[in-house]
């Protein structure tokens, strides 16, 4: 079971909008609404930020949110602050018999 | 809301084994099956395997597939994870994460999280 793939680093200015991507296959992201994103900053456990592909966990700021399309999963956080930089992961149910795929992790840089 | 509380840093030997404790508390042991998350230095996130503690059934990634073991203690609220044969890549932080059971099925996402523990294998 491949790692999903998402982009090595994104980067942008406080205010901005930047959207990361999780490309996988129709055995996981295509095929479950099952993807979630966790955001990971140095030396702490990750954090749930998105769940469902779209839902947002009380507690997490409306800045986040996530989408899908084909086999593709997004995050996007609007408004960009210093508080989010940090790594990002998305994760998929698959159909295999490893039931979880994790994406291979966004390190979000604020310029 | 179920917080989960990990066992201590281990330092193995080569071809060893470690056992990682997962405690949980306040909140029902039996709502939630318990996943473990490895995660290399300077590395992605890697799912290793999970437990649904109320019916005693596991699952394992086919990466670790006969050298980890996940178990759990109703008991206590605690589960466990033993990874055996060990080798200078399986140094990393390993985490537990909570995912909530219906009864029926899983919700498919990780909340809460383990502090992680880190295992060092080194001659």
């Known amino acids: 079971q491949s790692a999903l793939t998402q982009p090595a680093s994104v980067s942008g200015s406080p205010g901005q909008s930047i959207t990361i991507s999780c490309t996988g296959t129709?055995?996981?992201?295509?095929?479950?609404?099952?993807v979630s994103w966790y955001q990971q900053h140095p030396g702490k456990a990750p954090k749930l930020m998105i769940y469902?592909?779209?839902n947002r966990p009380s507690g997490v700021s409306n800045r986040f949110s996530g989408s899908k399309s084909g086999n593709t999963a997004s995050l996007t956080i609007s408004g960009l602050q210093a508080i989010d930089e940090a790594d990002y992961y998305c994760?998929?149910?698959?159909?295999?018999?490893?039931?979880?795929?994790f994406g291979t992790g966004t390190k979000v840089t604020v310029l | 809301q179920v917080q989960l509380v990990q066992s201590g840093a281990e330092v193995k030997k080569p071809g060893s084994s470690v056992k990682v404790s997962c405690k949980a508390s306040?909140?029902?042991?039996?709502?939630?099956?318990i996943s473990w998350v490895r995660q290399a230095p300077g590395q992605g996130l890697e799912w290793m395997g999970r437990?649904?503690?109320?019916?005693?059934?596991?699952n394992y990634a086919q990466n670790f597939q006969g050298r980890v073991t996940i178990t759990a203690d109703k008991s206590t609220s605690t589960a466990y994870m033993e990874l055996s044969s060990l080798r200078s890549e399986d140094t990393a932080m390993y985490y537990c994460?909570?995912?909530?059971?219906?009864?029926?099925?899983?919700?498919?996402?990780?909340?809460?999280w383990g502090q992680g523990t880190l295992v060092t294998v080194s001659s």
């Open positions: 994460a909570g995912d909530f059971w219906s009864g029926y099925y899983t919700y498919n996402w990780f909340d809460p």
């Open positions: 306040g909140g029902t042991f039996s709502s939630y099956t």
């Open positions: 437990i649904i503690p109320i019916l005693d059934i596991t």
């Open positions: 129709s055995s996981d992201v295509g095929g479950y609404n099952y």
């Open positions: 469902d592909v779209t």
């Open positions: 994760i998929s149910y698959t159909s295999s018999s490893t039931l979880y795929v």
